[in-house]
T-cell receptor
Framework: KAGVTQTPRYLIKTRGQQVTLSCSPI?????VSWYQQTPGQGLQFLFE???????NKGNFPGRFSGRQFSNSRSEMNVSTLELGDSALYLC?????????????FGPGTRLTVT | AQSVTQLGSHVSVSEGALVLLRCNYS??????LFWYVQYPNQGLQLLLK??????LVKGINGFEAEFKKSETSFHLTKPSAHMSDAAEYFC????????????FGTGTRLTVIP
């Protein structure tokens, strides 16, 4: 079974631009969560989608948004990029999305904002 | 609110020595607790999880952790360190609301000395 895939793996953007990151969960998984990892703040939860609905949201500004498609693939978008948005963005999928389930993480997208 | 504290951002052990990585949690409800490992330029891999079944949890690669409610701890141990264990380790907590949002500790980088 293929693992969680994230595209692109690396991205360089300029301040003020917007960016879209993609995550394909493990086949059959319906829950997708997104995390931001930075040296200063560590791993922080962005949001979770389950069956195309945002079920939970972390403490990030509205510039960070996401969506999930009917095939469970998910995208996250960051508008008006700031230097502080430079980070590794990880997505994780889990099967039933019920009780906190084992999450399988992708390799991440490393975003650099210049 | 849930949170975890990992004591020691860097731990060094000799090959063959005991590995002990510390994690204390704070949770207003019975928690789910996890240990993840991250190798360079990779996503996170689940080592083990506690979900209120047995208090001693065995995971992959010879790791185990013991849930101690009285001490609010979930320390990770391995009897004999291998060179391949060198990585960053994250403790995480989630509640039982049915949402897959994890609260991560700041991580502990394990170095194994040959």
């Amino acid at each position: 079974k293929a693992g969680v895939t994230q595209t692109p793996r690396y991205l360089i953007k300029t301040r003020g631009q917007q960016v879209t990151l993609s995550c394909s969960p493990i086949s059959g998984h319906r829950s997708v969560s997104w995390y931001q990892q930075t040296p200063g703040q560590g791993l922080q939860f962005l949001f979770e989608y389950f069956s195309e609905t945002q079920r939970n949201k972390g403490n990030f500004p509205g510039r960070f948004s996401g969506r999930q498609f009917s095939n469970s693939r998910s995208e996250m978008n960051v508008s008006t990029l700031e230097l502080g948005d430079s980070a590794l963005y990880l997505c994780a999928s889990s099967s039933i999305g019920g009780d906190p389930d084992e999450q399988y993480f992708g390799p991440g997208t490393r975003l650099t904002v210049t | 609110a849930q949170s975890v504290t990992q004591l020691g951002s860097h731990v060094s052990v000799s090959e063959g020595a005991l590995v002990l990585l510390r994690c204390n949690y704070s949770s207003s409800v019975p928690p789910y607790l996890f240990w993840y490992v991250q190798y360079p330029n990779q996503g996170l891999q689940l080592l083990l999880k506690y979900t209120s079944a047995a208090t001693l949890v065995k995971g992959i690669n010879g790791f185990e952790a013991e849930f101690k409610k009285s001490e609010t701890s979930f320390h990770l141990t391995k009897p004999s360190a291998h060179m391949s264990d060198a990585a960053e380790y994250f403790c995480a907590v989630s509640d039982q609301t049915g949402a897959n949002n994890l609260f991560f500790g700041t991580g502990t980088r394990l170095t194994v000395i040959p």
